[in-house]
């Protein structure tokens, strides 16, 4: 397996004060699993990390992620919403421009992006204020991206919510559903970590409107066992039958599972599933045209050599049972000190881009590098 520090043909695009050095390529000579891009943090921009990714009617692919300018890239610190994009299917990348200024006393962060079945572009976004008020905005486009409506609260309900980056989804039927982790006060202080409970409960948002109005699902739940993480950073994906598959981290060592067979409305109890994972979100997408499901985790099945309670390896895995079971394991990243997380998948013809956190525990970079990946699907399935 190819891995961007050692592999001398996987090459390597680093940004350094806005520059961007250029691929002379084409896209089809495009290896089957390479790095595109990396964004190194800086001075000025300490943390680059999760975000999502959108094509526009013209063929260009836009991406969107938490951009920070302060601090040293804490959760907590603050940051803004910028965007780049590529005219060549993810080969080369403009430079950053911020397209949503910090709107929170902390900051904005975990970008969703989402082309809506009337059209429209949805972005979806935390605003993060304090450690009690945390809560998902939403901002919705006409022209592609060229201008944003003004941010929608879409939880009204004070408190803590957690929405993942590239979670935002449309069922077949038109509903919109933001699966969200709810954290509850341990306390009044609200600049006190102290006053954060870690212990998550998951639930559903949902709209049937297009975003004008959202109501949360019938229920939510609870870890089933006694944990420390609760259901943390759930996502949610539609299978090929039309129901509902969706996942929560946990400290348990597996993502735990729902099933949903009323559009979202219902959930069944959260159970442990086959992803072998330590506390770190997995991203599942169903792959365009056919029932199979692709995830990307942080795999500690055993399959290959993984280090106890860090976030490697990145591992790509593919279902043909709606999330039952996974076939092929293929590495992405292997870095024992790496830090992979927080993956959007975007599909662009017979192959899929990754967008996600690359740092380093040994640096302390963690959550400060964001990397991109084109990866074809045959290469995946093993073809």
């Known amino acids: 397996m190819d891995h961007p520090l050692r592999t001398l043909f996987c090459t390597l695009v680093l940004w350094a004060a806005g520059d961007v050095a250029a691929f002379d390529q084409k896209p089809f000579d495009v290896p089957p699993n390479r790095v595109l891009l990396t964004l190194a943090p800086t001075p000025e921009n300490p943390r680059n990390s999760e975000g999502a990714f959108a094509t526009l009617g013209s063929g260009r692919i836009i991406f969107c992620y938490s951009s920070y300018y302060g601090g040293k890239g804490e959760d907590h610190g603050p940051a803004r919403i910028a965007q780049i994009h590529s005219d060549d299917q993810g080969l080369t990348w403009s430079a950053p421009k911020t397209i949503v200024e910090n709107e929170g006393r902390c900051n904005v962060m975990s970008v969703s992006l989402l082309r809506a079945a009337s059209g429209k572009l949805h972005l979806v976004y935390l605003v993060k204020n304090d450690w009690l008020d945390c809560r998902p905005y939403l901002r919705t486009s006409a022209d592609d991206g060229k201008t944003w409506s003004a941010p929608k609260l879409i939880l009204q309900a004070p408190g803590y919510f957690v929405a993942n980056n590239d979670r935002l989804i449309q069922t077949s039927k038109g509903r ?208």
């Not at 006190?192 to 709209?207: K, N």
């Not at 067979?261 to 599933?273: C, F, H």
């Not at 280090?307 to 292997?334: C, F, M, N, Q, Y």
């Open 176 to 383: 919109l559903i933001l699966p969200v982790a709810f954290h509850r006060s341990r306390g009044q202080d609200p600049l006190s970590s102290r006053s954060f409970d870690a212990r998550a409960i998951a639930l559903w948002i949902t709209s049937d409107d297009d975003g004008n109005t959202w109501q949360e699902s019938a229920n939510w739940w609870a870890m089933p066992v006694r944990s420390g993480s609760g259901l943390q950073e759930p996502g949610v994906v539609e299978r090929a039958d039309g129901s509902l598959y969706s996942w929560a981290r946990t400290d348990a060592g597996f993502q735990y599972g729902f099933e949903s067979k009323d559009g979202g409305k219902n959930w069944t109890a959260p159970a442990p599933s086959t992803l072998a994972s330590p506390v770190s979100p997995a991203s599942i997408k169903r792959i365009p045209g056919s029932s199979e499901l692709l995830a990307v985790f942080n795999d500690h099945s055993g399959r290959v050599p993984f280090p106890k309670g860090k976030r490697s390896p990145l591992v790509a895995a593919i279902s043909k049972d709606g999330g039952a079971t996974w076939g092929r394991h293929k590495l992405l990243e292997g870095d024992p000190d790496g830090w992979y997380c927080y993956t959007a998948i975007h599909f662009v013809g017979d192959d899929v881009l990754l967008a996600y956190c690359a740092g380093d525990s040994a640096k302390k970079t963690y959550l400060n590098v964001l990397r991109v990946r084109r990866t074809s699907l045959a290469w995946l399935r093993g073809e």
